[in-house]
């Protein structure tokens, strides 16, 4: 081969160039401050619009389907009897029912509607709409096993209507506050159901102007005002709310950075070192991540290996591990969900007392495979560190990782050993949370019907004091029998440009959208 | 073998071809842990609800009933509707086909303009600084990844040029083609070294033959020496080599289509796929399935016009 000193001075010019362009394009993502991420300054560069990108579609409009991602999208365009109390999410508020109360004699909750309340198409919202309305939940494919207690609605004037019970259910009023619970115009307003699907009519502060790939991989919402909302004080604060799905983490970042997009939904921790501080909005940790036992399998039928395997985790040292807002977790149930209660005997970390009893139980394959969804970041910090600390006491973890639906299809089919599992609350009462473990737990090989039992009698008392004594029953039971080992309470985190104001998302994975300015 | 008979040969071999993709793409989906049902009704809900969904669905049938049902409606055009029931089969797939067949068209483009260039380059003088920038750019334009090379273009091209979009399909032809620019570069980087190694190689064969020696002798000019003799001639081995590159562009354009966000069959099948909405699975494995078996029919219709042997074989 020829050499030529001149030549391979060029090439490692050029070599050079390439080396440090590349260098920089790695070294160009996060930001201490907003500046140079196409939000530098308050001012947004389409003002008016508010542009919401998010992981997934919705799942549309239909309330019976309402679960995942429609659940923060649908009180856009729906209002419900009742709201979530913002920002703290103590509570419940007034929605379409400005009062409402519980009456003893006749078992039945009897709301009084605002008398201002309209649809987007200018029809007042009356009884005769939320006795629809009921009737449409009570029938559902999906989501009439919510209502199992609800006998029927009846309207008693214009403005006043009763829910009548089977029986006490203190569940229901915040049941009212779920994307299953909209109110929608009698009879659809004189459309087909497909019909008023497509183009729906409800009474929330946002009315759907178009909507591209539905329930696609692309899908784009275009929200305009709801002229006639009873909340607007003057005009309407926004003239469009855009709601993109952008499926790819990245390319949502830099859509965000790039100014395109307003809020980010769903910002993992890798995510987040991209934004710059006053960017970032995390909301209390509400979700509890549970390791899953399956006592059908050898060695995690033992009590004193599933005790040990809670008592060999470091809780405070996870949080840190995974840092992203999250906290220890002290039992199995979520924390910041009004009626919470830790139980009797919190979760401790003693790895001298776990280390005894594993080597007293007399199990000797002491191996057992994790299973969890790889696609997400932080449970995928969070099993190493696991593996790390149930190593320490003797307990070998090797990881399996899959996709988040299989992770559910594989764990409710008992078609695991450990797994990762995930629960929070939607409403502000801690049966929320109880109704969604109460199932995960029979995932676990359990018989007992403990939860579900707690649950009905905890659901079925109007005294306070009681309805905590069931709650903490619940606590009680996991905590001691171990099929689910609550790890951490973790928080959602959103990204938002300084020019968007009136976004108060709630722990409970959704926010109001009549606040939103920008 | 007459050509038409070569080219209806072809086509009924196709046929099992396609019939196979159609029952892997059925039964891999139904294999796979994963229950649509529940992706339907939510983790929340209870047995007994996704029992009902499960039901109203068909999947409480045998899989062969499932499939055969499912063989009968296709063979009538009748797809089906996704998961959600919100659209047909037929108009997704149609719809992302619009945005993987452009952006396979302008990336095949791309591709067969960088990789001509470098080549040309590259072969007119053996051992030259062209040749080496060829060489080097074949090794490291197959090291790198399509995501990564993604990233890069989108963070020190399209974010302070602002000339092209982030990401994103638009509806104005315009602007689509714009927003194709960057994906399409992307793909092209990643094929074009390995069209660039093997043109080089068919370059400089023919421009060391003997025709080529013999035109040159009696005076041909330049210009057409190059494109009637040399690049005509080192086409030919590359034709089928361009054939797997148009089908692992409309097969294997996922990663892309994600990292720009486009609305193609590679994001869209990825979408169905975790989402087990099997019957657009299968809307899109055949429909890609046909097309690159179709375009490989076409590679081969193509050699056999240009060079009769290939019919023979």
Known sequence: ?518 | MTQLKFIALRLVQAVPSILAVSVVSFLMLRLVPGDPARVLAGPRASDATIAQVRASMGLDQPLVTQYLLYLGRAINGDFGVNLTGSSPVLEIVGNGAVVTGTLAIVALIFTVIISLTLALLAARRPEGIADHIARVYSVGGLALPSFWVALMLIVLVALPTGWFPVGGWPTDFGARLNAVFLPALTLALSLSPILVRSLRSSLLEVFGSDYVLSARSIGVGKRRLLWSYVVRNALLPSIPLVAVIVGFLLGGTVVVESAYNLPGLGQILVGAVSNRDANVVQGIVLTLGTMIILVYLLADVLLSLVDPRARQS
């Not at chain 1, 790819?248 to 987040?272: C, H, K, M, Y």
């Not at chain 1, 309805?467 to 928080?491: K, P, R, S």
């Open chain 1, 1 to 518: 081969m020829r050499s030529n000193p001149q030549r391979r001075r060029i090439l490692g010019a050029l070599g050079l160039t390439l080396s440090a362009t590349l260098l920089a394009g790695c070294a160009s993502g996060g930001t201490g401050s907003t500046s140079g991420s196409g939000g530098d300054s308050a001012t947004s560069p389409h003002a008016g619009t508010i542009t919401w990108a998010r992981p997934a579609a919705s799942n549309g409009w239909e309330g019976d389907k309402c679960v995942d991602t429609s659940i923060p999208l649908n009180p856009a365009v729906y209002d419900t009897l009742l709201r979530i109390e913002v920002p703290d999410g103590d509570g419940l508020a007034p929605g379409l029912a400005e009062e409402w109360e519980w009456d003893d004699e006749s078992l039945s909750y009897i709301f009084t509607l605002r008398d201002n309340a309209m649809f987007s198409n200018g029809d007042p919202v009356t009884a005769d709409d939320v006795v629809f309305s009921v009737d449409q939940w009570l029938s559902g494919e999906f989501s009439s096993s919510y209502y199992a207690t609800v006998d029927h609605a009846e309207a008693v004037d214009d403005t006043t209507v009763h829910i009548v019970m089977k029986q006490v259910d203190t569940f229901l009023p915040a049941l009212l506050t779920w994307c299953t619970s909209p109110i929608y115009p009698a009879d659809f307003a004189g459309e087909t159901s497909e019909a008023f699907f497509e183009q729906p009519i409800g009474a929330g502060p946002y009315a759907v102007e178009s909507w591209e790939d539905p329930m696609g991989t692309s899908e784009r919402i275009t929200l305009v005002p709801n002229e006639h909302y009873y909340g607007w004080d003057g005009e309407p604060p926004l003239d469009t709310i855009v709601v993109e799905t952008i499926s790819d983490p990245n390319q949502r970042a830099l859509e965000f950075q790039a100014g395109n997009v307003d809020i980010l939904a769903a910002v993992d921790s890798a995510t987040a070192t991209q934004m710059a501080d006053d960017q970032l909005l995390a909301v209390k940790p509400n979700q509890i991540q549970s390791l899953l036992v399956n006592q059908a399998v050898p060695g995690l039928d033992n009590p004193d290996i599933r005790q040990a395997i809670s008592l060999a985790l470091d809780r405070d040292a996870l949080a840190d591990t995974v840092n992203d807002g999250s906290i220890a977790a002290v039992g199995a149930l979520p924390v910041n969900v009004p009626g919470e209660i830790a139980p009797s005997s919190p979760n401790s970390y003693d790895p001298e007392e776990a280390k005894a009893l594993v080597d007293g139980s007399g199990v000797s394959d002491l191996t057992f495979t994790y299973l969890y969804d790889a696609s997400d970041y932080s449970a995928d910090i969070l099993a190493q560190a696991v593996q790390q600390q149930l190593g320490e006491v003797g307990i070998t973890v090797e990881f399996e990782t899959t996709d988040g639906n299989t992770l559910i299809a594989r764990e409710s089919s008992g078609d695991y050993e450990l797994s990762s599992a995930g629960a929070s609350a939607i409403s502000p009462t801690i049966f929320d949370p109880i109704s969604w473990i109460a199932i995960q737990y029979g995932w676990t090989g359990s018989t007992a019907t403990t939860i579900q039992d707690e649950f009905l009698a905890g659901t079925s008392t109007t005294d306070e004091a009681e309805q905590q004594e069931h709650a903490l029953a619940v606590q009680d039971f996991i905590t001691t029998d171990n099929g689910m080992i609550g790890l951490l309470n973790t928080a959602a985190t959103y990204a938002k440009q300084t020019w968007v104001d009136g976004f108060v998302p709630l722990q409970y994975g959704t926010f109001y959208f009549d606040t939103l300015a920008g």
